[in-house]
């Protein structure tokens, strides 16, 4: 976790103790003023949902905006703050009551089985041509969705150490950093992790954007840790493998 995550978690727990207060007032001004201070990357996390449902066609692009279940967060937040029981915990709790108001809108879908079946012999050209296509979606979800259009959103944290984390792999990271730019290596990751079903994009979301452990997103997800543990590892899987077909055929 970086130096200003670890911050803004210290922040979160501190404003806690104020938001019980201003409840027991029931001075609600004041409880939203201070909800409005935290909400940055609880935004940043619906946004990301948003866009990777309205790309995997679930629903059209002006049927929900981020502010609906902003809104929202800000009535289950008012209403249910009394089952944080440690100013600690108000973070994850936090993640936790976003995740179940997406998860009531969003379905999953199936695997994209034949694209990971043909990886293998994907050509230069085909994976040129995939990422032109992916990148004139996106730019299109996007401009079309006003709301999402923030430079909050577009802020990327995949590293290629999200990756390749064993110790004999550096040479890999190596090799595609001098290969790759950062947006470059941005860009791939976001259209293998775009083929991947929704729930596992937004864990390894959770884990590599978020930095939250395997514990806390058991809890944000309500699934076990062995679960999570399985589709962070199965996601890896899949983007070390694309890397290997695109940019390592030499090393596999």
Avoid: C
Avoid at 3 to 27: C, M, N, T, W
Avoid at 77 to 90: G, L, R, T
Avoid at 134 to 150: H, K, P, R, V, Y
């Amino acid at each position: 976790m970086s130096y200003q995550q670890r911050e803004f978690h210290i922040f979160v727990a501190q404003i806690f103790p104020d938001l019980l207060k201003s409840k027991e007032k029931g001075d609600k001004e004041v409880f939203n003023k201070l909800i409005l201070k935290i909400l940055p990357d609880i935004r940043k996390y619906v946004k990301q949902r948003l866009v990777a449902a309205i790309k995997k066609g679930h629903f059209h692009k002006n049927k929900y905006k981020p502010d609906d279940f902003v809104d929202q967060l800000f009535i289950e937040v008012y209403e249910h703050i009394e089952e944080v029981k440690k100013a600690e915990d108000f973070y994850l709790w936090l993640f936790q009551k976003t995740n179940q108001l997406l998860e009531n809108i969003i379905e999953e879908e199936e695997f994209d089985d034949l694209f990971f079946k043909n990886i293998d012999d994907y050509s230069k050209p085909e994976w040129d041509e995939m990422e032109e296509k992916f990148s004139a979606d996106a730019e299109g979800d996007l401009l079309m969705m006003d709301e999402l259009d923030d430079s909050s959103f577009h802020k990327n944290d995949y590293t290629l150490n999200h990756v390749f984390v064993e110790d004999d792999e550096q040479n890999y990271i190596d090799k595609l950093d001098k290969e790759l730019s950062d947006a470059k290596t941005q860009k791939h990751m976001q259209m293998i992790l775009h083929k991947l079903p929704l729930h596992m994009q937004s864990v390894f979301e959770l884990y590599s954007k978020y930095n939250f452990n395997v514990d806390e997103i058991s809890v944000i997800k309500g699934i076990a840790q062995k679960e999570v543990n399985r589709l962070i590892e199965e996601t890896r899987n899949e983007l070390r493998k694309s890397f290997f077909s695109r940019y390592l055929t030499d090393d596999k």
